[in-house]
């Protein structure tokens, strides 16, 4: 069994910062691509920012230059730093990752954290 473990959403003003983490545990042999989604009430859950097991990073174009993932292999976690928080940023944050447990590479997802960015 894997799970994906988030932590570090909450209440926040605009132009406030953040911090995300996503931990990784269980019966992992490797973990290759790890990314952050989220979605806004009534829309389509979208590709925040990815980051591969060499760590070569990709950002949504609403969230370059205020968003940074980093990730830690020998913990097995991402990270989503976040600045200079928008409204339009609050939404349910996922945790993606491609792990290999045995033989298949599977996509875990975690359990989803709030970020609302308000005054």
């Known amino acids: 069994q894997v799970q994906l473990v988030e932590s570090g959403g909450g209440l926040v003003q605009p132009g406030g910062s953040l911090r995300l983490s996503c931990a990784a545990s269980?019966?992992?042999?490797?973990?290759?691509?790890m990314g952050w989604y989220r979605q806004a009430p009534g829309k389509q859950r979208e590709l925040v920012a990815g980051?591969?097991?060499?760590?070569?990073?990709k950002y949504a174009d609403s969230v370059k230059g205020r968003f940074t993932i980093s990730r830690d292999n020998a913990k097995n976690t991402v990270y989503l730093q976040m600045n200079n928080l928008k409204p339009e940023d609050t939404a349910v944050y996922y945790c993606?990752?491609?792990?290999?447990?045995?033989?298949?590479?599977?996509?875990?997802w975690g359990q989803g954290t709030q970020v609302t960015v308000s005054s």
């Open positions: 993606n990752a491609d792990i290999q447990t045995t033989v298949e590479v599977v996509g875990y």
């Open positions: 269980g019966s992992i042999f490797s973990i290759y691509g």
């Open positions: 980051i591969t097991s060499g760590g070569i990073t």
